[in-house]
């Protein structure tokens, strides 16, 4: 990372002449429409994109996914992909597991807490029916010294929080996903479930002001946050870079919640084809 | 960044019972409203910020703001510090400068040269009066063998740039920044100009399938963004991380655009007080 200013001052007679504009260059946008495939979108017009066309997400499509979490940044991301009709079922599970555990072991174990809270509470709804996935997530700040960061409680503290994450270099971000599945045999219930931590590390601008620190605050913006900023927003000026994937500092990181989903869908069905003795010849066909 | 995949495969007697939740603790958010501050937001509902409350921005508010680009991300993230009143004028420069410059100097040269075309367009608009700040920017990918990547022109050559993407480790991506202000003396008429470039590193997973190429390439979301994908969208399902700003590869580093809106209208306002023979009182000033 790395970043150069540079400093001009320049009167009026320097300005140079725009070239004339010559034929651009032929596009992609502008090739010929083929009937079987989605018109090509319009240049600065609102532009519905088709869906992600994977096996696991059409096969999810019109079955009750359930996204344990009230965060509407974590819906968004899901959105993104095409997860567009998940239910929000946020977890009743407390989030007060001991901290002196390490703060893999504690978000980890909070995020897998709160999906079987909500697996619990679904897996009978007679009038929904039991949930096809299941999505919990749970993210946490760490700083330098290895402490787990709340969120801010007050003002003044939000000051201390951004301070301190300004002056000590870099602090990490965890978010733990868990997905569960049922498994699609009758004969014996029990669900898949399958899990991932992403660790993501963040280093503010050292050369941040107090008075920019101080005018971040009074948005409030980041007064809802553990770690007190909210990266996707406002937040991003204080933040000079990241070092991983930068949903997982937002709440949900995209690529591994897909594999997630992926494995959990797939074993859920295994332990189907098991039940029904097919095992060997599943396993005998290789995948393409 | 570093990612833990665990897999667990349960039956209902292994479900834990939820523990009882305690009383939670006091909340920055519960704290009581002070009339002198806006309320604090709550939870769930949609939250109008208050704007950041900075010199700068607030000196901006109600004059002329331009962004030399068509861009809707960019448009996006300028709106996130509260430049929402900001002027969409496409710069008429042809991006045609020679790619035989270093990536560094191509990418600098063109955000300067878009600038100053709008520039020299509105600086003498009777009718809406001259803008108090113009920001171009552009954004190239390079490639790790250091080549330009345009955007792709066909579907098949868009397959190959992220196959290439996920095969050969990291790539780079640079935004330069220009921001101009006309000088505030009406005696000398001319501009201030700063300038910056940012670079952001990008590594796609290089577990991403072809299937999974194949599907993004259809989803057309990168048909019209050089590299082919879009990091702030399902791009993301392609990103195993970066090392760098964010929003410089959704095309516009805030932080760096921040420090640059406030370098050029304060050195646009030093040239007033130097022509007003001022010059002298004010660098015995200490700033706060």
Chains 1, 2 share one sequence.
Do not use: W
Request: net charge negative; proline share 9%; with cysteine.
């Amino acid at each position: 990372m790395n970043s150069t200013d540079l400093q001009h001052q320049c009167r009026m007679s320097d300005i140079k002449k725009a070239p004339v504009p010559s034929e651009p260059p032929p596009s992609y946008d502008a090739t010929p429409p083929n009937p079987a495939s989605p018109a090509p979108p319009k240049k600065g017009a609102p532009r519905p994109l088709p869906p992600l066309d994977l096996p696991t997400l059409n096969l999810l499509r019109g079955r009750r996914t359930i996204l344990a979490s009230a965060s509407p940044r974590r819906k968004h991301i899901l959105a993104t992909i095409g997860l567009t009709n998940v239910e929000i079922i946020p977890s009743s599970f407390e989030e007060n597991l001991p901290k002196s555990a390490s703060p893999f072991e504690y978000v980890l174990a909070t995020a897998t807490e709160k999906a079987l809270a909500v697996y619990k509470q679904e897996i009978n709804n007679e009038s929904k029916g039991e949930p096809a996935l299941i999505i919990a997530a749970d993210t946490i700040v760490v700083s330098n010294s290895g402490d787990i960061l709340e969120k801010p409680r007050s003002e003044g503290q939000h000051i201390m929080i951004l301070k301190s994450l300004r002056d000590t270099g870099i602090h990490r971000v965890y978010t733990a996903v868990a997905c569960m599945a049922p498994l699609e045999s009758a004969r014996d219930p029990g669900y898949a479930l399958e899990t991932a931590v992403e660790e993501t590390a963040v280093k503010f601008d050292p050369s941040v002001t107090d008075e920019l620190l101080l005018a971040y605050v009074k948005t409030r913006e980041g007064a809802d946050k553990a770690g007190g900023y909210g990266i996707q927003g406002m937040g991003s000026i204080l933040v000079e870079k990241i070092d991983g994937s930068f949903d997982n500092v937002v709440g949900l990181p995209l690529r591994v919640v897909l594999k997630l989903i992926e494995k959990v869908i797939e074993r859920s069905q295994d332990a189907d084809v098991l039940e029904s003795g097919l095992i060997e010849e599943e396993e005998d066909e290789e995948e393409e």
